[in-house]
């Protein structure tokens, strides 16, 4: 709750990256951790790895890695613990994890913050 905001080992990214890995027993963080330092690094490194722009495009590549333990959600209203979910802040995208009790998700900014799962755009199924 309280380790500052860090491209490359702190953002939206690696939080979700670090989730994902505990829940699915997996490293999915290798190739990303510690490979950039700034935003449009963390931009250069999506393009790289994905072939993507932005944050959606490193679920849409792990769901298509991971087909049976990552799925994209038909509607984020159906996400449940766990889960990943996307929000859209004054034109910037940022991956959040669903919370315990479904109806809030924790994104990494300043602080983790907290933000209703009904305002994201995009969500998938982890495991």
């Known amino acids: 709750m ?8 702190h953002d939206c990214v690696m939080f979700v990256l670090g989730a994902i890995s ?4 997996v490293d999915v963080t290798e ?4 490979t950039y330092k700034t935003a449009n690094g963390a931009l250069r490194k999506i393009k790289k790895a994905t072939g993507g722009t932005t ?3 490193v679920m849409d590549y792990l769901a298509k890695t991971y087909p049976d333990a990552i799925k994209r959600a038909s509607n984020v209203l159906a996400t449940r613990r766990g889960d990943v979910v996307c929000v859209e802040n004054n034109g910037e995208l940022s991956l959040g994890i669903v919370s315990f009790n479904g109806k809030y998700a924790w ?8 933000i209703r799962v ?7 199924h982890i495991g």
């Open 55 to 57: 944050v959606v495009a």
């Open 2 to 9: 309280e380790m500052p905001f860090e491209y490359g080992t």
């Open 22 to 25: 505990c829940l699915l027993g």
């Open 31 to 34: 190739g990303y951790l510690g």
């Open 107 to 114: 994104f990494v900014g300043e602080k983790l913050t907290p």
């Open 118 to 124: 009904a305002t994201c755009i995009k969500a998938w």
